[in-house]
C-alpha cells in the first residue's frame, strides 16, 4: 500500500483531506524504478480548480502513454496546508507517488489566469526548488510553463527554464527525447536549455536579453548568443480529429468545479471580437469530427462515471454539426439520467428547443453575453450582434416560458463614452420590456434580469493590445454610472446590476502586458504573503501595493499608458501566426466602429491560413 | 428490489468523507454498470442510502448502503463489476437482496456497532487492562456530551454493550444509529479520564468492523448483522 506524505495527525487537522491522497479513479501508477523520466504537472491552485482543466487531462494523457515517462499532478496546498509543510519543512510532493517534486525530472506548470502568479512561486519555494532559473541545477526539475499567460511569459521569465509556446500535442515528445539523450549524455543543463530553444515552440528566456529606452519602454529583445531564434513559433495541432484526447480523465474523490465528462467540440473562434485573447491565440477555428465526438461521449461516460456531459468550445453554436452532436446526446443519454449541458451557446430557436429538452425551464436561466451596451460599443469591439437579435433571442425565450435572463457585459472598453455605460442599463430594461409585452396570463410573473459587468483587460495578441485601461477608481466610477442609470429604468424592480472591485483587475493588467521588470514584484507580493489572489477571502491588495513600492514598479506605466503603435511590446518575440499588421488595422477599425466579417462569412488575412488548415480552407478543396 | 451492499473502507480512503464516498458509489454504479434506479423529475437521482455514516479517519469492514434496483443482477455478477470499478482502499464485500419495508433500510435498523481501537504505545500505563475492567465495572460513566448548542452531562454506560481488551487494543460493540449513537473516541476519551491520563484524539485509530441490527423483543437484545439480513442473488439460470 502507498505511504502518505502527510501523517495522520496533519491530515485530520486541515480541511479537505482528500485534496492531497491521491489515488483517485483512472490515475496512473507506475513502478518509478522503470521509468526514465519523472514528470510533475501542476495547476497552481487548489485541486477543485486544477482537476477541472482539460489541458492537464489531456498532458497527463498524452506523458503517460509513453512508457519511459510517469507523469503525477501536483496542486496548490491550501493555506493551512501551506503554513504546516513550512513549519515542519515538508517537501511539496506529488499525489500519486506522494514522492516530493524536488526530485522528478520535469515540473510542468500551467499558467491560465494572472492572479495564479504568487501561487507558482509557492510550489516552487514549498517544493524547496530555487525560485530562479539562474539559481538552478541538474539537481532540480526543469522547471516548463504552459497555457495562455505564457503568450506573454516575460513577467515569469526568470522563474521558468523553459515555456511551450501553444498546444501541447506537437512537440512534447521530442523535448522528452532531447531531455533523456542529454541526460544520459552528461550534458550540462546549460547544454539541455541550449538544445531545448532549437525546438520550435519552446522559449528559453535565459538566453534572451531586454534593453530599455529612457523613457521605460522596451528598446530592444533579442538573444544573448547566435543559434538562439529570434521568434518563438506558437505550436498548433491541425488535425484536431486524429489528435489524442483522454479517454479515461481521472475522477477526484471531492467534488470538482468541473465534475463532468467535457467533449472539446473544436479549437479556435470564428468570431474575431477584438477584446478577446482566446480568438486570436487559437486561430485557425479546427473542427472535430462530430463521429468521433459521439464515441468519445460513450467511452468516456463508461469510464468515469460521470452523470454530466458537456461540451467546450469557444461559441459553440459556430460548430458546424452542433445539431447533430447536440440531438445524439439527447437521444443517446436522456434514460440514462445523464445530463446535458451546453455552454457558451447563441440564444436562437434552435438552442432553445434543445434547452427545454435537457432543462427544467422555470428554474433555469438564460444567458446573453452582449458585451456591450450600445450598438457602437458592440461594433467597436467587433461583436457580431445587434439589439435585434438579442430582442428576437430574448422575445423566444419568454414565450418558451423563461423568465430569467443573465446578462454579461465589459466597461472600461476603449472609447466608452457615459452615454455607452448608461446603454448598459437601458438595454436591459428593453429586454424586461420585451418579456411585458407578453399578455399577463401567459406569462409567469415578473422576470428576473441580472446584469453584470467586469472590467475590461487589455491582453497581448488582442487588436486592443495598444489600449490604455482605466484607473481603478474610474473603473469604480462607471460602475456607479450604470448603477444610477439601472435605478432610472421602468423596469428597475426586475433587474439587479452585479459589479465587483476593480484592484484585481489593475493588477491583471499589469501582468497581462507586463515585461520581464515586472518579476520582482511578483517575488516580493510572495515575500510579503501574497497568496492565492484569485481567491477574494485571500486576496490582500494592500500588500500588492507594498510590493509595488518596495519594487518600485509604477502601475501606470503598465495600465493606463497610452502604447505607440510602432512600440516594440514584451511579446512580440512569439509568433502566433496572426501578423501584427492584422491587429494594427483591426485597432484602426475599433477605434472607426467598423465590423469585421467572421471567418466564415469572409477571409480578413490575419495570417492564420499559413497553417494550412481549419476553417480558413473550409469549402475549399 | 432493494439490495444491500457492505464494504471495506482503508488506507488512504479513511481521509475520504462520506458525502465523497457517496458520490464516489454513485459514478462507480455507473462504471460498473449496475441497474440501480433512478427518483423521477428534472434531476433524476439514485436511490441510495447509507447506515450510519463513517467519519474522516476511521477505517472499517463494516460499512453498508442500501440500493433500490430496476432489474436483476446476480449477488456476484454485482461485486465483481463493482469491484473492477473501485480503487486501492475501497472493496465491496457483499451485495445481498433485502426485505422491501421501508422500516428495514440499513439507516432505519441499525443499532449497534462493533470497533477495535489501537492505541499509541505508551498513552495507557501498563496495567491498563485491569483499569478497563474497573472502568467498566462502574455504575455510571458520565461524561459532558457537546452538542452545537448546549453541552449536558450523559451517562454513556447504558450504550457499552461489550468493552474489553483484546491483545494491545481496545474492543468494544456499542449503540449505534439514530435512536442512540456512541463514537468510539468518547468512550476512550472517558476511559482516558478514568485513567488520569491526557485524552488526545491523535493517539487513537478507531477501526470499525461491523453494524448491527437489533432484531430483538421485549427489550431484550438480539443483534444480527445488516448483512445477515439480506440474502445472496443467484445467478439467473436460463
Redesign the interface.
Known amino acids: 500500500m502507498r505511504k502518505l506524505a502527510l501523517s495522520d495527525e496533519i491530515l485530520l487537522n486541515i480541511e479537505k483531506p482528500a485534496r492531497y491522497i491521491g489515488n483517485e479513479v483512472n490515475s496512473v501508477m507506475k513502478d518509478p524504478e522503470k521509468v526514465d523520466i519523472r514528470f510533475a504537472l501542476s495547476f497552481p491552485d487548489v485541486l477543485e480548480i486544477g482537476m477541472s482543466h482539460l489541458g492537464i487531462q489531456i498532458l497527463y494523457d498524452l506523458f503517460n502513454r509513453r512508457g519511459d515517462v510517469w507523469c503525477e499532478r501536483v496542486y496548490s496546498p491550501w493555506i493551512d496546508l501551506d503554513k504546516v509543510l513550512r513549519e515542519q519543512s515538508i517537501p511539496l510532493f506529488t499525489l500519486e507517488s506522494q514522492d516530493p517534486v524536488k526530485n522528478f525530472d520535469f515540473l510542468g506548470i500551467t499558467i491560465q489566469y494572472e492572479m495564479c502568479y504568487t501561487n507558482i512561486l509557492q510550489i516552487l519555494d514549498l517544493s524547496q526548488i530555487p525560485l530562479h532559473s539562474a539559481d538552478r541545477t541538474w539537481e532540480d526539475p526543469i522547471v516548463i510553463g504552459g497555457g495562455p499567460c505564457t503568450y506573454n511569459p516575460e513577467p515569469l521569465a526568470e522563474f521558468f527554464d523553459l515555456f511551450y509556446i501553444g498546444e501541447g500535442e506537437t512537440v512534447y515528445d521530442e523535448l522528452l527525447d532531447l531531455y533523456k539523450s542529454c541526460r544520459s549524455s552528461n550534458y550540462s543543463r546549460m547544454e539541455f536549455l541550449r538544445k531545448a530553444a532549437g525546438i520550435e515552440g519552446i522559449y528559453v528566456p535565459i538566453f534572451y536579453e531586454a534593453e530599455y529606452h529612457e523613457d521605460g519602454t522596451l528598446k530592444s529583445f533579442s538573444p544573448t548568443e547566435p543559434g538562439i531564434p529570434v521568434t518563438v513559433k506558437k505550436q498548433i495541432v491541425m488535425d484536431v480529429t486524429k489528435a489524442l484526447y483522454p479517454m479515461k480523465p481521472v475522477v477526484p474523490f471531492i467534488k470538482a468545479t468541473q465534475d463532468r465528462v467535457v467533449l472539446e467540440i473544436q479549437r479556435g473562434c470564428i468570431r474575431g471580437c477584438r477584446f478577446c485573447q482566446a480568438g486570436m491565440l487559437y486561430r485557425p477555428t479546427r473542427e472535430r469530427d462530430v463521429e468521433t465526438l459521439k464515441e468519445y461521449a460513450r467511452v468516456m461516460l463508461k469510464n468515469t462515471g460521470h452523470e454530466e456531459i458537456s461540451l467546450s468550445s469557444l461559441s459553440s453554436s459556430d460548430y458546424s454539426e452542433l445539431k447533430e452532436l447536440v440531438n445524439f446526446l439527447i437521444e443517446e443519454f436522456k434514460d440514462k439520467s445523464i445530463n446535458i449541458s451546453l455552454p457558451s451557446l447563441r440564444i436562437d430557436a434552435f438552442s432553445l428547443d434543445v434547452m427545454q429538452q435537457v432543462q427544467d425551464i422555470r428554474k433555469s436561466s438564460l444567458t446573453f453575453a452582449p458585451e456591450a451596451g450600445s450598438q457602437r460599443m458592440r461594433n467597436v469591439i467587433n461583436k457580431g450582434l445587434t439589439e435585434e437579435m438579442i430582442l428576437e433571442g430574448a422575445g423566444q425565450a419568454f414565450e418558451g416560458g423563461w423568465s430569467k435572463v443573465k446578462l454579461y457585459f465589459m466597461l472600461g472598453l476603449p472609447t466608452e463614452t457615459e452615454e455607452d455605460m448608461k446603454e448598459i442599463a437601458r438595454l436591459s430594461d428593453r429586454i424586461a420590456r420585451r418579456y411585458y409585452e407578453i399578455p399577463k396570463e401567459e406569462r409567469h410573473g415578473k422576470c428576473q434580469i441580472t446584469a453584470s459587468t467586469s472590467f475590461f483587460v487589455p491582453k497581448p495578441f488582442t487588436p486592443f493590445q495598444w489600449s490604455p485601461m482605466c484607473t481603478s477608481e474610474e473603473y469604480m466610477h462607471r460602475a456607479s454610472v450604470v448603477k444610477h442609470e439601472f435605478q432610472e429604468q421602468l423596469n428597475r424592480k426586475s433587474m439587479k446590476y452585479n459589479w465587483h472591485d476593480a484592484e484585481v483587475t489593475v493588477l491583471e493588467g499589469v501582468f497581462a502586458r507586463g515585461d520581464r521588470r515586472v518579476g520582482k514584484v511578483i517575488e516580493e507580493a510572495y515575500r510579503l504573503g501574497c497568496l492565492f489572489d484569485a481567491w477574494t477571502e485571500t486576496f490582500c491588495n494592500e500588500k500588492w501595493i507594498q510590493a509595488f513600492q518596495n519594487t518600485g514598479i509604477d502601475i501606470a506605466f503598465y495600465t493606463t499608458r497610452e502604447r505607440d503603435l510602432d512600440e516594440l511590446l514584451p511579446w512580440d518575440f512569439i509568433d502566433i501566426g496572426v501578423s501584427k499588421s492584422f491587429m494594427k488595422k483591426e485597432w484602426e477599425r475599433a477605434l472607426e466602429g467598423v465590423v469585421t466579417p467572421n471567418c466564415k462569412m469572409q477571409c480578413s488575412g490575419c495570417g492564420a491560413a499559413q497553417f494550412g488548415g481549419g476553417v480558413c480552407y473550409e469549402g475549399k478543396n | 428490489m432493494k439490495v444491500r451492499i457492505k464494504f471495506r473502507k482503508y ?3 479513511r ?3 462520506h458525502l ?1 464516498v457517496m ?2 458509489f ?6 460498473a454498470d449496475i441497474p440501480i434506479a ?1 427518483t423521477g423529475g ?4 439514485m436511490i441510495m442510502s447509507f447506515a450510519n455514516p463513517l467519519g ?2 476511521l477505517s472499517s469492514d463494516g460499512e453498508y448502503f442500501d440500493i433500490e434496483l430496476r432489474e436483476y443482477i446476480s449477488s456476484k455478477d454485482a461485486v465483481s463489476r463493482l469491484n473492477a ?1 473501485m ?3 475501497i472493496e465491496v464485500v457483499s451485495f445481498r437482496q433485502i426485505a422491501e419495508e421501508k422500516k428495514m433500510t440499513g439507516m432505519a435498523i441499525v443499532a449497534a456497532a462493533d470497533y477495535r481501537t489501537t492505541v499509541k504505545n505508551e498513552v495507557f500505563p501498563e496495567n491498563w487492562q485491569e483499569k478497563l475492567t474497573e472502568f467498566m465495572a462502574q455504575p455510571e460513566i458520565r461524561i459532558v456530551k457537546q452538542t452545537k448548542r448546549s453541552e449536558n452531562e450523559v451517562d454513556i454506560k447504558p450504550m457499552i454493550y461489550r468493552l474489553e481488551a483484546g491483545g494491545d487494543a481496545v474492543s468494544m460493540q456499542v449503540a449505534a444509529g439514530s435512536v442512540q449513537n456512541l463514537k468510539p473516541g468518547l468512550v476512550m476519551e472517558a476511559f482516558c479520564r478514568f485513567l488520569g491520563v491526557e485524552f488526545e ?2 493517539n487513537f ?1 478507531h477501526h470499525r468492523l461491523e453494524m448491527y441490527a437489533d432484531m430483538g423483543q421485549g427489550g431484550v437484545r438480539d443483534l444480527i448483522t445488516l448483512e445477515e439480513l439480506g440474502c445472496e442473488m443467484e445467478m439467473e439460470t436460463a
Do not use: N, T
Open positions: 488506507g488512504a480512503l481521509f475520504i468523507g465523497d458520490r464516489f454513485q459514478k462507480a454504479m455507473r462504471r433512478f428534472y434531476s433524476p437521482h474522516i479517519g470499478a480503487v486501492e482502499g484524539e491523535g485509530l
